[in-house]
């Protein structure tokens, strides 16, 4: 009998895969960005510096005029509202009040940026967890539309309109469960387990206040239309619920925002072309589904929108220089993970497999964003090296100023130019000033026309606000 062979064991290892470059010369030259609405990048930057925000006017109105056009033609009484905390910048504001839209704010400080640019008080959404006193008692003597948060909110609204002959119309915030894999139970009332109903009693007992609307808001970055059929479905029973307790009428629905722009979620694996919902395919959920649940023969309510990103993300770019090239070691993180443990030696060994790396003159203190997101970044010159993962570092002195990751990238090097794109949405008004000033904005307009719409930061603006004790004046 011939005896068996075995062969000896062999422990399986897992290795990373590192793909080569491509041939440059198979799809041409690397995807570039030499200009934004025909204007040259690098004269945009001679003129205003780097780094350099730049908003598309004609992308802000196409967005809204499409975003609006889906939504008008399915339901007979549309109103948007700027959301205000998206970019508050003015220039950004007034585009969209000229395309029609109101104002949704959430602080004081954005209903004045809004009276400051022209919208009335009836034309505001006041909506949010926190409303200072007097903020409040001017949005009631301004007509704003109150979105009630929270309880004490409510009680409060009721001491300051103790005695008001005519009731003051309020609407009402509900977080529901649609889908959505955190329900954003931190704003408004559950509409879920019977809290809105007891909400609604307690404004049945306070004739100084009227119930009129309701609010939802289900989230952000919403990429599955189908929780807003949902949402909408719920909406209208809770509506029709108040009113059958004696509520009302519900003259409008607040359907928020949330919409998806064309912005890239970390770990996403289809690109955003093929992931991001059409916003016909948003205003079908929503339109429809009401249209549907509401009483046949009565009057559709209003319906409100409040989005944001999907209206100015896209018109949003950042133009940066290459301040540094360097290599990037790749740690294991199995060999990082044991080194912990102090088993098998230091995790960066000889070899190691490494990358390119740049590192821009903007941050994350700019792009701050990128902690959810990972912008498209291109070079500015055409260049015909395949391109190949490359690490973005920003410019700030943290480690953790990282805007992509591997982005793929032909070699660059120092004073080469790149620009991030979608950045319009929230990077405006969360930015800060970490260690560099904030750079300048400007807004290209047909005709190859550019309008600088914020100036770039200097000592003075930034130290404005300080007070230096007398005794730590510096002798003169």
């Known amino acids: 009998m011939t005896p068996t062979l075995r062969l000896p064991y062999i422990r399986p290892t897992l290795s990373r895969l590192n793909q080569g470059p491509v041939n440059p010369f198979r799809l041409g030259t690397s995807p570039s960005c030499p200009d934004i609405d025909g204007i040259s990048v690098p ?10 925000f730049v908003f598309s006017e004609t ?30 910048l003015n ?17 004081g400080f954005e209903y004045e940026k809004a009276r400051h640019n022209g919208i009335e008080g009836h034309n505001i959404i006041f909506n949010g967890p926190h409303k200072e006193k007097a903020d409040v008692e001017r949005a009631i003597a301004e007509g704003a539309m109150l979105q009630v948060d929270n309880i004490d909110e409510l ?84 509506a029709l619920n108040a009113e059958a307790m004696g509520a009302g009428p519900i003259r409008y629905l607040n359907m928020g925002g949330g919409f998806a722009s064309h912005a ?45 990103r999907a209206l100015v993300d896209d018109a949003g770019y950042l133009i940066s220089t290459v301040v540094a090239v360097k290599r990037r070691t790749l740690h294991d993180p199995v060999a990082t993970a044991l080194a912990a443990f102090g088993k098998n030696g230091p995790a960066t060994v000889a070899g190691a497999p490494s990358q390119n790396a740049l590192v821009l003159d903007a941050g994350i203190n700019l792009m701050y964003t990128t902690t959810w997101y990972q912008p498209r970044i291109l070079p500015v010159r055409p260049c015909l090296d395949a391109p190949t993962p490359t690490t973005v570092f920003g410019c700030l002195c943290m480690n953790i100023d990282v805007l992509r990751e591997d982005a793929p990238l032909p070699g660059l090097t120092t004073g080469d130019q790149v620009v ?6 929230y990077n405006q008004t969360q930015s800060m000033q970490f260690i560099t000033y904030r750079p300048a904005v400007v807004m ?33």
Request: aromatic letters at 8%.
């Open 91 to 107: 220039a950004i504001c007034r585009v969209f009040h000229q395309e029609g839209a109101i104002a949704e704010v959430v602080s």
């Open 264 to 308: 890239r979620l970390h770990f996403q694996y289809l690109p955003p072309e093929q992931a991001t919902p059409s916003m016909d395919r948003y205003a079908e959920a929503i339109c429809d589904t009401i249209t549907a649940e509401w009483p046949q023969g009565r009057t559709l309510p209003k319906l409100y929108l409040e989005t944001g």
């Open 444 to 476: 290209t307009g047909p005709g190859g026309q550019v309008h600088l719409i914020r100036r770039r930061e200097n000592l003075e603006y930034v130290q404005e606000m300080e007070v230096v004790p007398s005794h730590l004046q510096n002798p003169e």
């Open 155 to 238: 009680l409060h609204l009721g001491e300051i309109t103790k005695g008001r002959t005519e009731p003051l119309p309020i609407a009402l915030r509900v977080h529901l469960s649609t889908g959505v894999q955190t329900v954003w139970s931190k704003f408004g009332f559950s509409g879920d387990d019977g809290e809105l109903q007891q909400v609604v009693r307690r404004i049945l007992a306070m004739p100084q206040l009227r119930l009129v609307g309701l609010h939802c808001h289900i989230g952000t970055f919403i990429l599955e239309p189908e929780w807003y059929r949902i949402a909408a479905k719920k909406m209208v029973a809770l």
């Open 59 to 88: 992308a802000l109105r196409d967005a809204y005029r499409a975003a609006h056009r889906a939504f008008s033609r399915r339901y007979p009484d549309v109103q948007f509202a700027w959301s205000y905390k998206t970019n508050y």
């Open 43 to 52: 004269e945009l930057t001679r003129e205003h510096g780097s780094p350099l």
């Open 420 to 425: 991030m794109h979608p950045v319009g949405a």
